[in-house]
């Protein structure tokens, strides 16, 4: 529905007039791809706006008043980046190309080519979505399981386990997937062995997780891989791993529990180790303490060796899981 609004503006010309626009909730605007010479200003309702992906369609964001939608294809005259959609009936302003172009006109050139420079930098962030946002909803599902553990784990089949159906739901509230978008990041979950599905007897579905620091790690691969890092653990050589693991079975026998670690007496440590070469070992434990794995402190004749014994389950876990973190489910 078109309607004309005067802007009311005292400038001692003619008041300018404006179109508006009214969208009714679950209208598109505009559809991605689709060309565009216009661009909207929101008087009142909200959109969703939505990428369409290889796994469908994706909300990308929701705008409110006074939000701006539409702009880049006025100024680089390229097709829509995303389709427009109200969330509730909404009201836009509509400022056309000529219009545009007009007050675009008065600005100074340098003002103009910047923000066409940021136009042309935000296409080709948009390019890069479908890349991104499979792994953004990975990363989301976790974070929503480890978030909804503490409050409504439960029991089944011997492992901790969550409501499916309630898991649906929650993503669905949270994290703004369609049931068969949360269905398919489950069942890729289930392909990493990181969860397993199981019905009982009255056909409810239950997320079971086998192990809940595998859970963790993952949540933690997700993140790191959004900022293009990896686990500091890969880079252990296996010298350095197999002596920490030493570090472990001797301390069983002759450490002992505090509240910072363990600590062992390096003096034992070392007779333990007697076979495998002094000077081969010594220069291990510096490269455990210099990547902050053990801590070596001095205790009247001799020197203690602190370290944590979740360090080595740690280490090994990742080294164990990690192909499995980056098995391509899709």
Known sequence: MISGERTGLKTGKRPQQLNTRTVKKGETLFNEGSSGRELFIIQEGKVGVYKDTAEGSVELATIEKPGIIGEMSLLDNQPRSATIRAIEDTTVIVIDQKMFEATLQKAPVWLTSIVKIVVSRLRDTNRRVDQTVLRDRERGLASLMLLLLPESRYEFSSRIALNYDMVIIEAYYVCRLKKKEIEKLIEGFQKR??????????????????????????????????????????????????????????????????????????????????????????????????????????????????????????????????????????
């Open 193 to 330: 062995e990181i969860v397993l599905v199981e019905e009982d007897t009255d056909h409810k579905k239950h997320i079971c997780i086998k192990d809940l620091e595998v859970l963790k790690l993952f949540h933690e691969y997700l993140n790191l891989k959004s900022q293009q890092k990896k686990f500091k653990e890969i880079g252990i050589p296996q010298e350095s791993i197999s002596v920490l693991a030493n570090i472990e079975y001797v301390a069983q026998k002759s450490g002992a529990e505090t509240a910072e670690g363990t600590r062992l007496s390096k003096a034992d440590f070392m007779e333990d180790m007697a076979d495998k070469g002094r000077d081969k070992v010594e220069k291990t434990l510096l490269d455990l303490r210099r990547r902050n794995l053990i801590n070596i402190m001095p205790e009247g004749q001799d020197l203690i060796i602190i370290f944590k014994p979740e360090t080595i389950s740690r280490i090994k876990k990742i080294k164990e899981w990690l192909p499995r973190f980056e098995m391509d489910v899709a």
